[in-house]
């Protein structure tokens, strides 16, 4: 075998295990339901007054979230390697 297609073989592989464990993190959910729900108040017509508290919890749960899940898996990477 060619090492060249050795080398692609074992990329992909890697690509597509990478990126089903990318597929089962609760953040990149978390930015998904972020994003259609900003994307809903607008389908849904609702009252500037009504969408502007939606946006503005969004905005401020969501990257909140995201950062502090990044530290604890941080944590959790460092202490792994202790």
Known sequence: MDQRVGRQLSLNY????????????RKLWVAVGGLLTVAATEWLNLSPELTEQLVSAVII??????????????????????
């Open 14 to 25: 890697l690509v597509e295990n990478n990126m089903k464990e990318k597929l089962k993190s």
């Open 61 to 82: 749960i969501v990257p909140a979230y995201i950062g502090g899940q990044g530290i604890v898996d941080a944590m959790k990477e460092y202490a792994a390697k202790k």
